[in-house]
């Protein structure tokens, strides 16, 4: 029979976090702006510069940390790791390498194989590096400076992972919570999450780890999904083939579908960290810890079990719901107004999501408040205006946020409730249509429909359609 | 001299610091920086079990900036610094990823 495996993944994931600032000067974070407009001595590596710490960089750290059920690190400092890389240009990186900020924490993630909880082993803060650019007409690299000191945590799991169903699910939680945190907006594809998977394979059933080699440069979910089956792959074979793993660097090629070693430098790493004499040490008081812990806001989990208790919505709907931050805000605050818990859900997973997919927008570009679909659904509920003319005015709210009702006067969209007006439309469409008339009359259901439709026609959408049911019914009797 | 730095030891620390030191420089730098670690050993006649290894000299700590963007575009001034410049960019010979 042949040898079983099993896969062994622990990664190291780097968080971009959504402070104003860079992590030690005044230089904005703005992404996409002209190359090194946002630099200045100290993220270029002036010598003589001083690099200060941006306290929001500290709480937002600590936040993920007490989130992730970290314990935090009383008396954190800064190290200086050593390597010469254009991109990096002090030669050395200021990061946290012997007493990172938090420790020792976890999540819990759920797979079709149950839940289980991922270790965290630690998460430090970091400075990002320039960004590298290949000229085109030129046999040489230009750098850009704007990205150098941006502030980063990396977030370095155990190896409690066995597959990439795993790994995906502990992304997603660890998404999740940051993004609630509102300390980053993790987005793989643009770089403000990225991850490096560790991984070995051990026969089935040894306690020794294997030897781990370490995939960089991936992307996105599926990046990392086939990145991970195909090392897994690779692996195997060369143990299968009596040869060694070796352990190195490897660049996941996301065209390609492969990844191949990085070449390794002359020598291996050394870093020669050292503590950074420019930064003096961090003490985190328990007053500042619980300051942090009191500013957290309710995530998800607690917002599931609460939804359940307070709203009467389906299951499914809360855990899509909750997903996202400012679609649970948005369903919190709309609720709090019109006290409909279930047509303020339906119209965000109906219309909302498909706006959403059909825009391909995130929540967060979201513009219509929670007053104002309040407003709609009692607009809605009163029979101001009908059914198909709320959804036109919320598509345009969905991008504009303007007062509905407003906007339905404005436009003339509100519902005409005037029986004389609606009885003479409906005795012109039944003159017009004889016919269809004759067919209802002989028992055929159906014409009634065509009959509803023209004349809701006839009144440009204004009317009420089950008014325009019933008076129909009433004259053809 | 009680620490011998080897050739292997010279070359390596010639690789990370970037410096190609001739074979005059390597014997130079290889008498300093056994009289450095000597200096260094002098520590090892104190008793400093129990001690905390120290890695500031002053006694402060939590120096913060708030989160608030000050510095604004300065890229002509950053850029006298550069050796070389190219389209706003500092020009460095290619450099390769892989
Ligand atoms: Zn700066």
New binding site residues.
């Given amino acids: 029979m042949a040898k079983q495996y099993e896969t062994v993944i622990g990664l190291e994931v780097h968080v971009e976090l959504a402070a104003k600032t ?1 992590i030690f ?3 904005s974070t703005a992404f996409g702006g002209v190359p090194n407009t946002h ?2 001595p ?2 270029t590596g002036m010598p003589g510069s001083l690099p200060v710490l941006n306290k929001q960089v500290v709480e937002y750290a600590m936040a993920v940390g007490l989130a992730t059920n970290c314990s935090i690190h009383q008396y954190s400092k800064f190290d200086r790791k050593n390597y010469f890389y254009p991109d990096n240009p002090q030669n050395y990186q200021i990061s946290q390498l012997y007493l990172p900020i938090c420790y020792e924490g976890g999540v819990e993630i759920e797979t079709a194989a149950g839940k289980k909880t991922i270790g965290i082993h630690e998460i430090h803060m970091e400075e990002d590096a320039g960004k590298l650019i290949h000229d085109e007409w030129e046999d040489c690299t230009l750098v850009d400076y704007n990205r150098s ?1 941006v502030p980063l945590i990396e977030i370095v799991s155990e190896p409690d992972m066995r597959s990439a169903e795993e790994v995906i699910a502990y992304l997603d939680k660890l998404g999740l919570i940051i993004r609630y945190l509102g300390a980053s907006d993790c987005k793989l594809q643009e770089g403000s999450m990225r991850a490096d998977v560790n991984l070995s394979v051990r026969e089935a059933g040894t306690e020794k780890l294997g030897t781990r080699t370490e995939m960089k440069n991936l992307n996105s979910f599926k990046a990392i999904t086939h990145a991970i089956e195909g090392e897994r792959i690779r692996q195997i074979e060369l143990l299968e083939e009596g040869k060694a793993v070796i352990q190195e660097t490897r660049r996941w090629d996301d065209n390609k579908e492969y990844s191949y070693a990085m070449r390794s430098k002359e020598d291996a790493q050394d870093y020669r960290y050292f503590p950074d004499p420019d930064l003096v040490p961090i003490i985190i008081s328990d007053e500042w810890i619980q300051q942090i812990r009191d500013r957290q806001p309710e995530l998800r989990t607690e917002k599931l079990v609460r939804y359940r208790k307070e709203f009467d919505i389906p299951e499914y709907d809360a855990q899509i719901i909750t997903e996202s931050k400012k679609l649970a805000d948005l369903f919190e605050e709309a609720t709090a107004i019109c006290k409909k818990p279930k047509k303020v859900s339906n119209w965000i997973m109906g219309e909302t999501l498909r706006l959403l997919k059909e825009r391909g927008m995130e929540p967060e570009e979201i513009k219509v408040s929670a007053g104002n679909l309040a407003k709609l659904i009692e607009l809605t509920e009163a029979g101001t205006i009908n059914g198909s003319v709320a959804k036109t005015v919320f598509e345009i709210m969905f991008q504009e946020n303007m007062d509905p009702e407003q906007y339905a006067e404005e436009k003339g969209l509100k519902t005409v409730h005037d029986e004389g007006a609606l009885r003479t439309t409906i005795e012109a469409v039944l003159a017009e249509n004889p016919q269809s008339a004759a067919d209802y009359k002989g028992g055929k259901e159906k014409a009634l429909g065509f009959l509803v439709g023209q004349t809701m026609k006839a009144m440009k959408g204004k009317a009420n359609p089950g008014a325009v049911n019933q008076m129909l019914k009433e004259l053809l009797q | 001299m009680a620490n011998i730095i080897s050739d292997e030891t010279i070359e390596y620390v010639g690789i990370l610091a970037k410096l190609e030191l001739s074979e005059e420089e390597k014997q130079q730098a290889k008498k300093d920086m056994g009289s450095i670690l000597d200096y260094i050993d002098k520590l090892n006649e104190l008793d400093t079990a129990g001690a905390e290894p120290m890695s500031h000299v002053f006694p402060v700590n939590n120096v913060f900036r708030e989160d608030v963007v000050v ?1 604004g575009d300065d890229r002509e001034n950053m850029l006298k610094n550069a050796p070389e410049q190219k389209d706003g960019a500092y020009k460095v010979p290619k450099t390769v990823e892989n």
Avoid: L
Wanted: hydrophobic share 10%; glycine share 10%.
């Fill in positions: 860079k000067c005044s230089c630099t200045c100290v993220c000191g | 510095n």
